[in-house]
């Protein structure tokens, strides 16, 4: 799209807003004022919310707040040994952040998006490991086993509580591919208080987007605080920016119902649905190693090209406090996810033709099933006359999966002109039929213990014990085989105050990843043992000057071993001796430096290498050894400068800086760092409502967030958001 179509929808947008407003405004609530004038429209910070719930603060690091993602036994970051961000949703809602992914890189500690359509667009990387097998996801504490190396869900900001990030492995608590770390999204939380909130969304490429939140009690004067309701329903469109098959849409939805017939016993059902049809567009391809600005919003996928995906998440919550010093958790769940593929995912510019060859016809659907159960119970009391926290508990579940997909279509290619070409139909004779179907039984076992030494010191372990059992048949030769994996995480550590604000720490911490995505490994890899991992860590953290500063330094050095790779001589033959390593530091701040300013940042710097890698290329052995693993780079770093301008008026700039990364294990498909600039200006305009204008991309920088090569030359990247704007309007009442 050109620069002139571009800024004539952003001001068609701005007069259709403009008209909007008056009749927005009218609109009354009774939201407080949240930080630097801003309306907080989640209002769960009153009381008379639910049992075990803790809001997070919309403004700092968060160190004081209680949270699960680093520790089941629900300690704040500066009781935990651990590295952990917890960003209150509100955070992102007021940031401009409307995705998961947006909210986590922009805001966590040295976290990058590898989105794209094939993982789901649900792809990080972490302390210089890559991808949803080594980065895990959770959603309200569930894990959803990843199939085929695709993750779809949460993917909204909307409906978020808070998101709380832990850095390093995580395999004590939640299983197997967490070395990297972990993500857990907390949805909003039904509520004994009146909750209504609204936004309305208009920006650039005919972007919308509308929100509704809703909660509180129900029946109250019949029944008390007995029944309460939370509905979160969020819906995205957009034309997008490239084309054709740029455009998406999205929807959310998030319901739960609280039964709490006394204040020691809480029911809370939910179900959560996520439905989405994202942008098809697999990249753009490189010319000469660059992209030109001819090509930029060219998207070379066929015209009939489809992506859907489908989640589905139901979970029945039992909490009961009998006493003051035991807590009993139940969750029982369900969740299915159905996805649907058809395009062509491979572009190449042939340098003899100068037309970009297509490859990669491909359609898949998965169809995923998950079913289980987690409890577990916390007791606190006395060990050896000493203050103690223990937690134990169990995990148990059925997953099923099964793949269908065209890959035994006799491969077709075609090629189009870099400009002006037809992008063309799917071949007719290249649909999938049903390729494999897996069944995984998984059962664990996990405990947590916390003995405060003195007033000042606390040591801290656990240790967790999984057994999946994998059962795969070809549905095509009809072979099948299964295989049981055995795995034991642990970790252990000293937490020391010397001050009730300040925590100094060091712990030592094991992982286990599977060679690819569990659930759907195949014949040729089930031999293969889990990979190991290893991680030493330090690490400082506190709050100064009455709260007005709030920091965090941690240094970490991880060892993951029995990486696949070629035997040296035998290029055909793989073995498990591979090793990649990786060191570095990483700090957070935040600072209220001056009245009406504040900053938040954090940078995280590291060198990550491939110890012993080998791969079989043309026949030979080629080592990897000393190189920058695939997608990491090595420099991350967030700066958040908030100012308030006027009164009722508040800006917020945002900076990130990704380092170099490669697209290869040789390092020879360099895709280049890049920094980002996001805008937001705020705009009081009642008690109960803000106008919001948000610039993303300010300098429409040209960046990609991933990319393909091919013997060891970058064919295309994955590039990022263009420069865009958005109008928003939020009112709660």
Same mark, same amino acid.
């Given at each position: ?7 004539v929808?952003?001001?068609a ?15 009354? #609530?009774?939201?407080?004022p ?18 075990g ?14 949270? $699960? ?22 955070? @992102?809602?007021?940031?401009?952040q ?5 909210a ?12 794209e ?6 792809a ?14 959770l ?8 199939g ?13 509580? $808070? ?25 909003? +939380? ?23 939140d ?23 469109r ?36 996520g ?12 010319v000469?190693?660059r ?18 995906w ?7 919550k ?5 006493? #003051?010093d035991i807590?009993?958790?139940?969750? &029982?769940?369900r969740?299915t ?14 340098r ?6 297509r ?11 998950q ?8 007791? +606190? ?37 870099l ?8 071949? &007719? ?14 059962a ?46 642990? $970790? ?47 690490? #400082? ?6 709260g ?49 300013? $504040?900053?938040?940042? /954090? ?7 491939y ?25 991350? @770093? /967030? ?11 508040? #800006?917020?700039?945002?900076?990130q ?43 429409? +920088?040209?960046?990609?967030i ?8 970058? /064919? +295309? ?17």
């Amino acid at each position: 799209m050109s620069s002139l179509s571009r800024s004539v929808s952003l001001s068609a947008s701005l007069r259709a807003l403009a008209c909007a407003a008056p009749i927005l405004a009218s609109a009354t #609530a009774q939201a407080q004022p949240g930080p630097s004038g801003s309306v907080v429209l989640d209002q769960l910070s009153v009381e008379g919310t639910g049992v075990g719930l803790t809001r997070a603060d919309p403004v700092g690091l968060n160190l004081r707040t209680p949270d $699960r993602g680093a520790s089941r036994l629900g300690l704040t970051p500066l009781e935990a040994m651990a590295s952990v961000d917890v960003i209150a949703g509100e955070t @992102a809602r007021l940031r401009g952040q409307d995705t998961i992914a947006e909210a986590v890189t922009q805001d966590a500690t040295g976290i990058t998006t590898i989105a794209e359509p094939g993982n789901g667009n649900g792809a990080f990387t972490s302390r210089g490991f890559a991808g949803p097998n080594s980065i895990q996801q959770l959603y309200d504490g569930t894990r959803f086993y990843v199939g085929a190396n695709t993750v779809t869900f949460p993917f909204d900001t909307w409906n978020v509580e $808070r998101i709380e990030v832990l850095r390093g492995p995580a395999s004590v608590l939640y299983g197997d591919g967490a070395i990297g770390g972990v993500i857990n999204v907390v949805p909003k +939380k039904p509520s004994f208080v009146s909750i209504n909130a609204a936004r309305a969304v208009i920006g650039t490429d005919a972007t919308a987007r509308l929100a509704f939140d809703s909660g509180g009690a129900i029946a109250q004067e019949a029944f008390g605080n007995t029944f309460a309701y939370r509905l979160n329903v969020s819906g995205n469109r957009s034309d997008g920016w490239v084309r054709p098959n740029g455009d998406f849409r999205n929807l959310a939805v998030s319901a739960a119902l609280l039964f709490q017939p006394s204040p020691d016993l809480a029911f809370t059902l939910t179900h959560d649905l996520g439905y989405q049809e994202p942008m098809r567009y697999w990249g753009t391809p490189l010319v000469e190693g660059r992209i030109p600005d001819l090509i930029r919003f060219n998207n070379y996928n066929v015209r009939d090209a489809k992506i859907t995906w489908a989640d589905n998440w139901t979970q029945l919550k039992t909490e009961w406090t009998p006493t #003051a010093d035991i807590t009993v958790r139940n969750t &029982a769940y369900r969740l299915t996810s159905r996805r649907h593929w058809l395009d062509v995912e491979q572009y190449a510019v042939n340098r003899g033709t100068g037309l970009v060859d297509r490859s990669a016809f491909t359609e898949i659907y998965h169809s995923q099933e998950q079913v289980g159960n987690r409890l577990d119970a916390a007791f +606190k009391g006395n060990l050896f006359g000493l203050p103690n926290q223990f937690l134990a508990g169990f995990d148990v579940n059925h997953i099923g999966f099964r793949h269908t997909n065209n890959f035994t279509f006799d491969e077709e290619t075609s090629s189009v002109p870099l400009v002006g070409y037809d992008p063309g139909f799917f071949p &007719a004779n290249g649909r999938a039929s049903p390729a494999y179907q897996t069944s995984t039984r998984q059962a664990s076992v996990f405990a947590e213990d916390r003995l405060v030494l003195t007033d000042r010191l606390s040591f801290l372990t656990g240790v967790r014990f999984d057994v999946p059992t994998l059962q795969r048949e070809d549905l095509r030769s009809g072979t099948q085989f299964e295989r049981t994996y055995r795995s034991l995480g642990y $970790r252990f550590g000293l937490v020391y105050n010397p001050t009730p604000d300040t925590a100094l720490y060091a712990q030592y911490s094991t992982a286990t990843d599977p060679v690819n995505s569990l659930i759907t490994l195949n014949q040729s890899l089930a031999g293969f043992t889990l990979a190991t991992g290893q991680q030493v860590e330090v690490g #400082a953290k506190g709050l100064v000057f009455d709260g007005g500063v709030e920091w965090t330094l941690a240094g970490y050095r991880i060892v993951k071993d029995n990486l696949v790779s070629t035997v040296p001589g035998q290029p055909n033959v793989a073995t498990q001796v591979g090793q990649q390593s990786s060191q570095g530091v990483e700090f957070a701040l935040g600072w209220r430096i001056a009245p009406g300013w $504040r900053v938040d940042g /954090n940078i995280a710097l590291l060198h990550a290498q491939y110890d012993r890698f080998d791969e079989t290329v043309n026949g030979a052995t080629v080592s990897y050894a000393g190189n920058q693993p695939i997608y990491v780079p090595e420099r991350v @770093a /967030n700066l958040w400068l908030t100012w308030d301008v006027f009164r009722d008026w508040t #800006a917020r700039v945002g900076l990130q800086n990704v380092g170099t990364t490669y697209s290869d294990f040789g390092n020879t498909a360099r895709r280049p760092a890049y920094n980002l600039v996001n805008l937001v200006l705020d705009h009081q305009v009642t008690a109960n409502s803000r106008l919001s204008v948000r610039v993303y991309n300010l300098f429409d +920088k040209v960046y990609a967030i991933s990319g393909d090569a091919v013997n060891g030359v970058g /064919n +295309k990247w994955q590039l990022g958001r263009p420069q865009s704007v958005e109008v928003a309007y939020s009112v709660a009442w």
